[in-house]
């Protein structure tokens, strides 16, 4: 068994048992791409057995913190099945589901969604490459389907030395699939979409939404980035008598269009606009247009912490004009889906916005990921997802 020793003090986090081992910590050692290695402290120590990466700055992935566990075939599957069965706990009113979540179940680089009757898995990182077989087998078996499709393109897989993978790995079907949600009918392409087919990270806060515009009678709706239009039909759902809805990507905008008339709305009550937000939104602010409700919810501006400060600035662009938009006592949905991001700093800078718009208004909640996408105790990075729900002040 190959062995990484760590550089003194270097230990602190996986004592903590945080999974990732950077670059910089380690003093010697190493493996081929994705296999097991023992990773010891600078006296020798036990810490972790840990997928090695050649080429990653996270160096090293840790698989488990027990020295007497194997990692096989048996460890793959029994972690598989343990996320699979947190599932059935959660309360989730949809039969699209997240079944793995990387780190957060044990599993680094490991994404795993489940739509109806089909699997679809991201392997990210090179320990999951590695595995790839062993774990399609597992999920199979841990869920009694058939059918699992790979959509290993994220940019990610280059920091690890990986190419892009799509495809049927276990059986196959069409990829053009349909799935329930809170009642609704939501149309995805696993072959296509962004991820794995569709942001199932957002299904709580589409419910939160449409039950906001019903008890707040909002008549006028914004959805800015709309992608293809889950916040518009949560808005239509609770009663919006008109919903404008903004991407820059003309096929999402159809399926967006699609999915209104799926759920039985008058395309009369919809405006569906192929342009950029920022453009749109000083538009709307010139021609004295205001809304009662607003979502933003715009792709990733941070990646990572490097990339912070100029994500701060087009964050609060965005949420200083849609705050400039929003009518006394309306609600803004913001949100920030960037790991470079903290919560504490996605609320100071919305705040930051609202002092240059002139705007105050009452935090009536913060948002996250839905409950299938968890944070936990041991790696909080988990929380990429956050957002604020704020009613603006006034009569």
């Not at 190959?2 to 602190?12: A, C, N, S, V």
């Not at 039909?233 to 008339?261: F, N, W, Y």
């Not at 039985?264 to 009662?292: H, K, M, P, W, Y």
Request: hydrophobic share 40%.
């Amino acid at each position: 068994m190959k062995t990484l020793r760590l550089r003194p003090g270097k230990e602190r986090s996986l004592l903590r048992r945080h999974p990732w081992i950077f670059e910089s910590a380690i003093a010697k050692g190493g493996g081929d791409s994705g296999e097991t290695v023992r990773v010891e402290s600078a006296d020798g120590r036990f810490l972790a057995w840990a997928a090695f990466s050649p080429t990653s700055r996270i160096r090293a992935r840790a698989w488990s913190f027990d020295e007497a566990q194997r990692i096989d075939a048996a460890f793959f599957s029994g972690a598989v099945d343990r996320a699979v069965r947190a599932r059935q706990r959660f309360s989730i009113e949809s039969d699209g589901v997240r079944l793995v979540h990387g780190e957060s179940d044990g599993l680094p680089g490991l994404i795993v969604d489940r739509y109806g009757d089909t699997l679809v898995a991201q392997f990210t990182s090179a320990g999951t490459e590695r595995w790839k077989a062993v774990l399609a087998d597992a999920l199979l078996a841990a869920t009694g389907l058939t059918k699992l499709y790979e959509r290993s393109d994220a940019s990610v897989r280059q920091l690890e030395g990986l190419e892009p993978a799509t495809g049927w790995l276990r059986g196959d079907g069409p990829t053009e699939l349909s799935i329930r949600e809170h009642g609704w009918r939501l149309t995805l392409d696993i072959a296509e979409g962004h991820k794995t087919g569709f942001y199932l990270d957002q299904r709580d806060s589409r419910h939160r939404f449409s039950e906001a515009v019903r008890r707040l009678g909002a008549r006028s709706v914004l959805n800015c980035y709309c992608y293809t239009g889950g916040f518009t039909v949560a808005a239509l759902a609770g009663g919006a008598e008109h919903v404008t809805s903004i991407d820059s990507s003309g096929p999402a905008l159809e399926r967006a269009r699609a999915h209104a008339a799926l759920n039985g709305f008058d395309a009369g009550r919809t405006e569906f606009l192929d342009a950029d937000v920022n453009a749109s939104l000083r538009r709307f602010i010139q021609e004295g247009r205001r809304f009662d409700a607003i979502v933003l919810d715009p792709p990733k501006f941070a990646p990572t912490v490097a990339h912070a400060e100029r994500a701060a600035r087009a964050y609060k662009d965005i949420n200083r004009l849609g705050l400039q938009l929003l009518a006394p006592g309306g609600l803004l949905y913001t949100f920030s889906c960037s790991g470079g991001i903290s919560a504490d700093l996605f609320h100071k800078i919305v705040a930051s916005a609202g002092a240059d718009a002139g705007v105050d208004g009452y935090i009536l909640e913060r948002l996250g990921g839905a409950p299938d996408h968890p944070m936990t105790l041991e790696f909080p990075e988990g929380e990429y997802l956050k957002g604020l729900a704020v009613m603006r002040k006034g009569d």
